[in-house]
């Protein structure tokens, strides 16, 4: 028996049933679900994207073949990334590579820029609104997918490890200071920071480019266009 | 508690893990400095949008590779001819 609609999510138990009985369209579903994070995730321990994707590739190949012998003391997800992880620090091993994901660099916890508040502890320059999250955006969702996509790319690795795992595949802080072998201060110190980066990379969208460009207040009366909110 | 100390916290206290006397602390700051109520708010924004799974996706031709994999390693009974590291 197949699964009615293409896109309907699965549940754990259902799933695994569905990938035991060799259903082709619930393995799809589960790579289109995770196949893309989970190469943004191996390259935290590995750089080179070739390499990345090899390790998913082994991972992928080690989820069909123990799916049988998993045990569900754990999500799914959670086990193909502990999987994941391990794979990618035996590569990241081989290629000579050391992933000091426990290094937190300089600043102590901070996760916003000291250099950004004022000696009082207050904001030296004032936080935009995003006014540019205007409906129109918002159904152009897409565009700032690919923008919060792109900054996470960028992050450094051990804190594009911690995000993905954390806010993407929505993983506790115990399970992902342990799939990474941090503390889970660190883990949070890493997180926190991470979120600030994305969060400075999409306000560069979201504040309003147009300000200085010609008057577009909203009428507040009469029959102009009014945006209720 | 200054700005400073709001971003600082934010994100915990986001993930609703501060605890009482932090979260009232912040929420009072909140109540009274709007630079701190964009700034929480954004982080919450940011959150929800990459938590967001609309987005998840994979190249097809990645996807086509992956499922043929999947589909050869059933053919045999057991020893899939992929090997379990």
Redesign the interface.
């Known amino acids: 028996m197949t699964s009615g609609a293409a896109d309907a999510a699965y549940d754990d138990d259902t799933l695994i049933a569905r990938l035991l009985e060799?259903d082709?369209r619930a393995?799809?579903w589960l790579?289109?679900?995770?196949?893309?994070?989970m190469l943004a995730f191996a390259r935290s321990f590995v750089r080179d994207a070739a390499l990345a994707e090899e390790v998913v590739?082994?991972t992928?190949?080690?989820v069909?073949?123990?799916l049988a012998r998993f045990e569900r003391r754990s999500t799914l997800k959670t086990w193909i990334y502990s999987i994941l992880a391990n794979?990618a620090r035996t590569a990241a091993q081989r290629a000579r590579r050391t992933v000091a994901f426990s290094d937190l660099g300089p600043a102590g916890?901070?996760?916003?820029d000291?250099d950004r508040?004022m000696a009082?502890?207050?904001?030296a320059s004032?936080?935009?609104?995003?006014d540019a999250?205007t409906p129109e955006r918002i159904v152009a969702?897409?565009h700032?997918?690919t923008v919060?996509?792109g900054a996470?790319e960028l992050l450094p690795e051990a804190q594009r490890a911690v995000?993905i795992l954390r806010?993407?595949e929505?993983q506790d802080g115990p399970t992902v200071a342990s799939l990474l072998g941090i503390s889970e201060g660190n883990q949070?110190v890493l997180?926190?920071r991470a979120?600030?980066s994305?969060?400075d990379a999409?306000?560069k969208i979201?504040t309003d480019p147009q300000k200085a460009g010609p008057d577009k207040k909203t009428t507040q009366t009469g029959q102009g266009p009014r945006r209720q909110s | 508690m200054t700005c400073r100390d709001v971003s600082r916290r934010a994100s915990t206290y986001l993930d609703e893990d501060l605890s009482l006397r932090e979260r009232l602390a912040l929420k009072a700051h909140l109540f009274i400095c709007v630079n701190c109520r964009r700034y929480v708010a954004q982080l919450a924004a940011t959150l929800n949008l990459v938590r967001d799974r609309q987005w998840a996706g994979v190249d097809e031709e990645a996807e086509d590779r992956l499922a043929a994999m999947f589909r050869q390693s059933g053919k045999s009974d057991g020893g899939s001819g992929f090997t379990c590291t």
Request: glycine letters at 8%.
């Open positions: 060799r082709e393995f799809r790579v289109r679900q995770l196949h893309g994070m590739q082994e992928w190949v080690a069909i073949d123990g794979k916890g901070d996760p916003v000291p508040f009082n502890g207050h904001w004032p936080i935009e609104p995003w999250m969702g897409q700032l997918w919060a996509r996470i995000l806010d993407v929505e949070r997180l926190h979120r600030a994305v969060r999409l306000s979201m």
